[in-house]
């Protein structure tokens, strides 16, 4: 629990309340002389800063060679920063292999799919399924462990580094042995495997298992199901390393929390967090903004799905960024307000501690352009102003520390196989996009007003009213069945495209698509009818599809269609259709209708469910609600998602950050985010 952190972090000091929210950043230390340091923590207590993660990207100055240690350095680290005050998540240090050890063993290093490997100078640079670099890793994370275990800074360990981020897919001889093993341990048979992954087309039938490799570069397209099970396998690989750090660490300190931090945030894909989340204390996250028209909503849909991944607990904000980032194609410099509203946007979803990287923006090595804490102006600096200043406004919200996420009434179902699956090659268009789609549902939620949580398939799906299942590819008969249940108990079920085709197998549900969801829809499918690139439908209702159609017959007579093809291949057929089943009701979207078509449907999808938007009806869009629960109150994040001055009626509550209330009236400053808190009902 993220809780067993907040608690060891020293209270008293400089007033701070007993539990309040962390803050921090990445620190790194061993970049800078040894006066900088004192400097750094005396700076940290001008910013309110209580935790920082040390010693990431430490192993080669921990240990300069395979036998010889030197801790002096970070002993005197840990030491200062305690005496400061600060506690310390302390990382395993195993992200980046030293260079004496991809010397010594350059069997460590990843191989991509075109046999090329990943040479050292970098980072992350070694195989998951690597025994030898386990080897060497758990022994450093054993020597840390020992030798900190006791130190009064340490709060939390903090196991390698966003695993997987550079390193997700190793393609060499060591994951080919890895990954037979996986396989014989999911299908117990080679008859079970060959039938899985329908090795009767094109001669794939494999008759030993040493025969079967890793997805590499082929002549066409590798086997579909060989491809997604590779996925699965990369995602089981890192997690399995994770527990063998994590195991080294509960053996040696059971009462320190372990966390590693996940990415959860565009562009990443290939770890599976919700089954990852399960092996840690508590959930960290790190995520970089995005620059473009949705780049604020992304960011509250990855802080919500990272709740959702946390099953509503608070969790950990590892990572993000003061201001620019230095690994986009043109690096855009945060505007003054966004380093506040984009901290305050992921407390609003559960962040019980906001953290940067990093702490002192470095002077050479491929991250000097990245923003920091203390940028290269130094403290005389608008921005070092801004982040003692947001010091100053997480501590005013030490209440909130703890509290939960409040249920909304519509889930949003975000699934990592059906994500995997959908998006394979070989299929009948490369331009769909589970993400965006996702996205662009949640995008048009937020500019009607409501609230939307996003979960995952392990979460209990009954808890919402109403569930959107965007693209739910990927649904094995156990998840109908469930679906089927909630829609006959009054669950309001609205999915997609391409959704409900296929088995956990990526097998084709027959009799006409979605064959898993077909007679609770009510329609049968027999062809799809994808959209050319930049080519758009027409729906009678006046909105505009893209990149999908489907050739919809409506099967039940109780189905209803809410919108018909005016235009295109499916001209005069159903486009979006509804079927009432007892009190709750099952709808389908066979087209791509982007945020603008979704904001002019969603209150038709939504009214049977009786859902709508709990701001007052002039604020809705220019401004997201989100809900925190704790012991005795709630807490009400209102967040300015325009440039202009927004005024809300019809507030009461005691302001822990904001404008007071002049009768009710919340005035939020362009991006501004306030929070205010009531007595829990
Ligand atoms: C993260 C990483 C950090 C730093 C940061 C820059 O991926 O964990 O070490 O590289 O990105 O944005």
Redesign the pocket.
Known sequence: MISTLLSRLRSGADGDPAHRLAYGA?YNPEQWPRDVWEQDVRLMREAGVNVVSVG??SWARIQPAEDQWDFAWLDEVMDLLHEGGIGVDLATAT?SPPPWLSTAHPEILPVTANGETLWPGA?QHWRPTSPVFREHALRLVREMADRYKDHPALVAWHVS??LG?HNIYDYSDDAARAFRVWLRARYGTLAALNHAWGTAFWSQRYSDWEQILPPRLAASHPNPTQQLDFKRFSSDALKDYLRAERDVLREITPDVPVTT?F?VMGGTKGMNYPDWAEEIDFVSN?H?VHPGPQDRDELSFSANLTSGIAGGRPWFL??H?TSA???QPVNVAKRPGDLARDSLLHVAHGADAVCF??WRQSSAGA?KY?SAMVPHAGEDSELFRAVTALGATLKALAPVAGSEREPARVGIVYDWDSWWASEQDSHPTSLLDYRQEALDWYSALLGLGIRADLVTTRADLTRHQVLIAPVLHMVPADLAKELTRYTEQGGHLITTYFSAVVDENDHVWLGGYPGALRDLLGLRVEEFGPLLPGETVALDDTTTGSVWTDRITVTAPDTEVLAGYRTGPQAGRPAVTRRPTGSGSAAYVSTRLGVEGLTALLPRLLGPAGVESELPAGVRGLVELTVRRGADSRFLFLANRTDATVQVPGLAGEVLHGTPLAHGLLTLGPRDVAVLRRPAD
Do not use: T
């Open positions: 990445d990431i990207f992200a980072r580094n966003e981020c931090n990415m790190d970089y590892m990572e960024s980032v230095n690994w990287f990093q991250e990245h």
